[in-house]
């Protein structure tokens, strides 16, 4: 039994009032709320085992090693990685992109060979690449899109050459919720013999997500999407892969020996962890993801695929209503434009109505470019809101549009 209100009462934030008006927290795509559980191990970790990790003798070090060391394979079996050594700490998605982007252009690619990302991606995996074209001389290629927002898989199999060597890809689109045929999408990028990145910062919030059967070579997410702390982040690579790509950061942790001569470095994952992790920050991330495990992500996944639908029919009954991005997979995000006002006007005329919304451009102008516009309002659900709340939003939105 999903019971929303038994969750909510877990998230404090959600009972208080915005400009004297009930909080309707419709902002989940940029960031979600945190359970208490979350900030009370965080909290209590601060108060009562605060040491440095690893190479301490000391029991507070020890100890927090301990709990550091239990997140990693808290986030191993969430995601169903063979081993420990394949889960890489970062300070988020945008981190776990920039390190593989670097190490892996630097080791395995040379002027003129390829990568692949599609239409819809965010900036975050668009502009790390174009760091590396600059200097390395790579060039990007990318899929288009239908007018529903579903990836042209005959086109994606035709920028293949064989000067491709990584394919990196949304695993759910931020703006449109499209749900991309990733399994697919490796299996033939495998057939040609090239690696697969793929960005979960929006799927492992609201989906299981199975790695060893989805096959993905890389796959990252951050921790504050999926209702833990910001700063935190995972890197998920095949262990093959990672031991053949060179380090991103050098520092303390991540070396064996040092000396003037020659620096050796460590194992996995330590190779990618320079300097102090944030090892109160890891607890934080593996209490949620225990959170959302005890609930269960098929019971999330069903919950927030009934409250997507019902949003759906319900904006569309506003007269201008425009929906962007109709596909059959679609997660739970909503971008949308009222007939001819601003996104910005519309969403700050919510916000005095207590309801956040995201507006822009969702740091994906090249989508929006595709889509002819400059941004749109964007409802993004968790599995604490509710249908009420939904019916707030619609509400909201119908006496906004009566003022112009």
Not at 49 to 59: C, K, L, Q, S, T
Not at 384 to 393: G, M, R, S
């Amino acid at each position: 039994m999903f019971d929303v209100n038994k969750i909510r009462a877990d998230f404090p934030i959600l009972g208080r009032e915005v400009y004297g008006k009930p909080l309707v927290y419709l902002d989940n795509g940029a960031t979600t709320q945190k359970p208490r559980v979350v900030v009370e191990a965080m909290t209590d970790e601060y108060y009562s085992v605060n040491a440095n990790v690893h190479r301490g003798v000391h029991f507070l070090s020890q100890r927090a090693t301990e709990l550091h060391e239990g997140s990693r394979e808290t986030v191993r079996a969430f995601i169903n990685a063979k081993s420990t050594s394949e889960i890489i700490f970062t300070r988020g998605t945008t981190e776990s992109i920039n390190l593989l982007a670097s190490s892996f252009t630097e080791s395995q690619m040379r002027p003129g060979d390829e990568v692949i990302v599609s239409v819809m991606e965010h900036h975050s995996n668009i502009v790390p690449w174009q760091l590396m074209a600059a200097k390395h001389g790579i060039v990007i290629k990318v899929i288009p899109m239908n007018d529903n927002g579903e990836l042209l898989l005959d086109a994606y199999r035709e920028l293949f050459t064989e000067r491709t060597r990584i394919v990196s890809v949304a695993h759910v689109s931020n703006v449109l919720g499209t749900v991309n045929p990733v399994e697919e999408m490796i299996c033939y990028a495998h057939e040609q013999g090239v690696p697969v990145l793929v960005d979960g910062a929006q799927s492992v919030p609201h989906m299981p997500v199975d790695v060893q059967p989805l096959d993905a070579d890389f796959y990252v997410f951050s921790g504050h999407k999926v209702y833990g702390p910001t700063g935190v982040g995972v890197l998920y690579g095949k262990e093959a892969w990672l031991d053949r790509l060179p380090p991103y950061q050098g520092g303390g942790e991540m070396i064996q020996t040092v000396s003037f001569e020659k620096t050796t470095f460590n194992e996995l994952p330590f190779k990618f962890e320079a300097g102090t992790p944030d090892f109160v920050g890891t607890t934080g991330l593996a209490r949620a993801l225990e959170y959302v495990s005890a609930i269960g992500m098929d019971k999330i996944a069903a919950y927030e695929h009934e409250l997507t639908t019902y949003a759906t029919e319900r904006l569309m009954e506003i007269p201008g209503m425009r929906i962007f991005g109709q596909a059959k997979e679609k997660g739970s995000v909503i971008s949308f434009l009222v007939g001819d006002i601003h996104h910005f006007d519309l969403g700050t005329l919510l916000d005095r109505l207590g309801i956040a919304v995201r507006t822009g451009h969702h740091c994906a102008q090249p989508l929006m470019q595709r889509l002819g516009i400059e941004g749109t309002v964007r409802a993004s659900f968790g599995l604490y809101n509710t249908k009420e709340e939904i019916d707030a939003l619609v509400a909201g939105i119908e006496r906004v549009r009566r003022m112009f």
